[in-house]
């Protein structure tokens, strides 16, 4: 896993005046599986488009399987899936007949495999595309994209329209693709509990920046909420190194840190005789507060 399927280097993007992406450093190793993170309007969408492609940059670098996407050769674009955040299929066509139709462009679509995402997933073949809902055309949008199982998946919050039964098809689909093969997966979304389930690295999306990357069990095991008990009252500017949030009052204080480590909480006891419990914090918690203000 240590070479990358995509990179970028101070990726930035401007729509006018506004800037959405202000010097974005990415780089997504081989075989991982990515969970994307941010608030809404912090660019995930912008970044997704941009290192696909589908919106110029306007400056740094991007490379996608070493080819810059804004001129993507048809052999990397063969080794790519994705699924937007807004899915638009042929609504006269049948399920069964979008299927046929974009298994047509692939010669190592994989017929069983997208049998089995058709059953799982409860489609009906049948069925015209337009009346499906909007949780029927996000899962054959997956099927598609799954289909000739790609190397490279990108999903822009793919399962903002399913139900907790099919999102948790959808994960179990995720890790039977990267479990037969070594395969790549970006993908944005607000449901941190999904990314604890399949996810092995985290990406924050902040101000336009990557405000975190790492592996999934690094952020877990370093991020900490410390909760403080000193023998008298601490100063207004009480501070911990590595702190993201600081509230105190009187005595007591309550610190959410970025690393923990022995040193640390043996300092805090003996510069101010204090109490200290540490305290693990969940992906939600580790992210609301990196966004704490």
Excluded at 107 to 112: A, C, R, S
Aim: hydrophobic residues 40%; negative net charge; charged residues 25%.
């Amino acid at each position: 896993m240590n070479d990358s399927v995509i990179t970028s280097t101070c990726l930035k993007k401007q729509f006018g005046s506004k800037s959405v992406l202000s010097g974005v450093d990415l780089n997504v190793p081989a075989g991982s599986i990515v969970g994307l993170v941010g608030t809404n309007g912090s660019g995930k969408s912008t970044l997704i488009k941009c290192l696909l492609g589908l919106l110029k940059k306007t400056s740094g670098t991007i490379s996608l399987f070493g080819e810059d996407p804004w001129n993507l050769s048809a052999a990397a674009k063969s080794r790519l899936g994705y699924v937007p955040q807004t899915v638009r299929l042929y609504p006269w066509m049948k399920v069964k007949h979008i299927v046929a139709y974009t298994s047509s462009f692939y010669d190592d679509w994989d017929v069983e495999w997208t049998s089995t995402l058709l059953e799982r997933w409860e489609l009906p073949l049948e069925h015209r595309i337009g009346p499906l809902s909007p949780g029927q055309l996000q899962k054959l949008a997956l099927v598609l994209a799954l289909g000739y199982r790609p190397e490279l998946l990108i999903l822009d919050e793919p399962v903002a329209s399913l139900d907790p039964v099919a999102r948790r098809e959808f994960l179990r689909s995720l890790l039977e693709l990267c479990q037969k093969d070594q395969h790549t997966i970006l993908f944005s979304t607000h449901i941190t509990s999904d990314l604890e389930r399949v996810a092995s690295h985290l990406a924050i999306l902040k101000q336009g920046q990557i405000a975190l990357f790492d592996e999934l069990d690094n952020v877990k095991d370093q991020f900490k909420r410390l909760r403080i008990t000193a023998a008298s009252k601490l100063p207004a500017d009480f501070s911990v190194r590595g702190s993201l949030r600081c509230t105190t009052e009187g005595k007591q204080a309550v610190v959410a840190v970025t690393k923990v480590d022995d040193h640390l909480v043996s300092e805090l006891q003996q510069r101010w005789q204090a109490e200290v419990v540490v305290e693990d914090l969940n992906l939600e918690e580790i992210f609301l507060e990196y966004h704490h203000d």
